[in-house]
């Protein structure tokens, strides 16, 4: 149940006509009373001899009643209270109870107030009522209205669980701004899949990943095909921005602006301003230079690392240090959302357009501690698209597969501070990634797993003995699993190059959850194909069944492991 406070007005007789009228598109059928301050008010609905005015006039006698002077300009109030398209159709008594509780609730008509405001509660379709009032009670005074739309949340959350409705998550007043209903009505009559307000959020959010400075941040509105606006000071000094649609226009063939801060909170000018006001100087440097894969597959196994790193963070740091990983993990779906190839584009870009939402809270993030994240961000941007296939597609896959887990780590901890919408939104994205996911590895894991299958039984065995020395816990759940190959010829391929497979395995697993993944042997083979430096595009790496067995590393042996000095957890 979604009850929204509209925008006050000041025409009485003008919402009573909207309400009662067949609508724009003919949305409106059998509008009638279901409710009212008084049991006899006219309904127009379903009274002959009833008029529009008749209600209107009622409804704004207590405002008459007040001298000019003392009247309130915006006297309307108006509530409109919805429910979701697979809850129960309610009865018109049953509509009437929540029209009844949702102004006692409000503040508008207290139970058992005889000198209330006066209202009325109309219904024009299956799924949801209108509610108007005036703002002047039988007795002369204002009502009391702070926060009405929270209470009317808290109010629509019971009535949920005593009608057997939709459950929703109780909100914390740091989610975007909704569209509004002509905005939505206008979106559908264009034929447009989203309103321009949530396609403006989006593609703003999209070139604000990973940038440093105000130039890069207009450059890339403007390369989105943006209409751009810069709001200037006498001064000289920037002030803000709004951005339009191209054919977004109003009645006048103008463009539709919509200012950053009315997107969301986190994307004003001073908002944004924040993540480049600690933003690393040598961020600006090729990040792929001299790294043995440069590309877009570079930039990929480097956001995989800022990941593996920030998943550390939430499992130990402050609150102010997790929100920060949280809004850099954002930044990093943006980035993998322009950049990826057609395959996961599109889960891609949800997994991020859902994301949005857990990003923010009233938890304040210390900007600085996402310096990471935002360099792999813009990194990824920076070495631009991947390609389909081969390395570019294999490390696509790695990085989906981090990104679950750190998404995920971050709807738990929402869960344990009580973040009830943030952590839905975190776990609707997982599920996006999880798809993105399957996509990205359905051909480099069939790879790999006919290599494992090929490996000679000596080989096979002595990689699970590796295992069972490793995880005890888990060695027989990843041995049945159909991965298991692939994980097999992944700890051959590590061997190989001097690795110690049962070293990298621990280092895989310790304090890291398994347990949400469709297949821990698919998890632990991009993660030691990461730690071990190990080709992402299984591909491109020789058959090693003669190859002889390598030498045991040995003191001061550089290996991915490092096992010259303690590793740092």
Not at 214 to 227: I, P, S, W
Not at 517 to 545: E, K, M
Request: hydrophobic share 40%; aromatic share 4%; net charge positive.
């Amino acid at each position: 149940m979604i009850p929204c406070v509209q925008k006050r007005g000041s025409r009485t007789v003008g919402l009573v006509f909207y309400l009662y009228e067949p609508g724009r598109c003919e949305e409106h059928t059998d509008p009638h009373l279901v409710a009212a301050w008084d049991a006899f008010a006219p309904d127009p609905g379903r009274h002959p001899d009833a008029t529009y005015a008749d209600l209107a006039r009622l409804l704004d006698q207590p405002v008459d009643a007040l001298v000019p002077s003392r009247r309130p300009k915006q006297h309307v109030w108006h509530l409109s209270v919805r429910n979701s398209p697979e809850d129960p159709l309610l009865t018109d008594e049953q509509w009437a109870d929540i029209a009844r509780r949702m102004v006692a609730a409000t503040g508008i008509a207290p139970t058992g107030d005889d000198t209330a405001c006066r209202w009325a509660a109309v219904r024009h379709a299956d799924d949801h009522i209108h509610i108007v009032a005036t703002l002047v009670r039988e007795d002369g005074r204002r009502p009391r209205l702070n926060n009405d739309a929270a209470r009317a949340q808290a109010e629509a959350r019971l009535l949920e669980a005593e009608y057997g409705l939709r459950q929703l998550n109780p909100g914390d007043g740091t989610a975007a701004n909704r569209p509004t209903s002509a905005e939505r009505h206008k979106a559908a009559r264009e034929n447009r899949p989203q309103t321009p307000r949530e396609e403006l959020r989006e593609t703003v959010r999209h070139a604000a990943a990973g940038t440093l400075n105000e130039t890069e941040f207009f450059d890339r509105l403007t390369a989105a095909g943006l209409v751009v606006h810069q709001r200037v000071a006498p001064s000289g000094d920037l002030l803000g921005y709004k951005v339009a649609l191209p054919d977004d226009r109003n009645h006048d063939g103008e463009p539709v602006f919509y200012a950053g801060s009315t997107l969301a909170h986190d994307l004003s000018l001073p908002r944004i301003r924040k993540r480049w006001d600690t933003g690393d100087p040598e961020g600006v440097r090729d990040a792929s230079a001299g790294s043995r894969w440069p590309g877009p597959a570079g930039a990929r196994r480097r956001a995989s690392t800022a990941m593996w790193q920030a998943l550390l963070v939430i499992d130990h740091g402050t609150d102010e240090q997790i929100a920060a990983r949280i809004a850099g993990a954002g930044e990093v779906l943006d980035a993998l959302a322009t950049t990826s190839a057609a395959p996961t584009r599109h889960e891609l870009r949800r997994a991020a357009f859902v994301f949005e939402r857990a990003t923010r809270s009233h938890t304040q993030a210390v900007r600085g501690h996402d310096r990471a994240l935002r360099q792999a961000a813009r990194d990824l941007v920076r070495n631009g698209p991947a390609r389909r296939g081969g390395e570019d597609g294999a490390t696509t896959a790695m990085v989906i597969d981090m990104a679950f887990f750190l998404i995920t780590a971050a709807a738990h901890w929402h869960a344990r501070k009580n973040h009830a919408q943030q952590a839905a939104a975190a776990r609707q994205s997982a599920e996006h990634l999880r798809t993105a996911y399957r996509a990205a590895a359905q051909h480099p894991m069939a790879v790999l797993r006919q290599r494992g299958q090929r490996l000679t039984q000596p080989r096979l065995q002595r990689q699970a003995a590796h295992l069972r020395t490793a995880v005890p816990e888990l060695a027989e759940q990843i041995l049945a699993e159909p991965g298991w190959p692939a994980l097999a010829a992944t700890l051959n391929d590590a061997e190989a190059t001097g690795h110690q497979p049962a070293t990298l395995l621990a280092e895989a697993t310790t304090g890291r959850e398994l347990h949400t993944a469709d297949s821990i042997s698919d998890v632990l083979v991009w993660r030691l194909r990461r730690i071990a430096d190990l080709p992402a595009d299984t591909g491109q790496i020789p058959d090693t069944r003669n190859a002889p067995a390598p030498a045991r590393a040995f003191p001061g042996h550089r290996t991915g492991t490092r096992l010259d000095r303690p590793r740092r957890r």
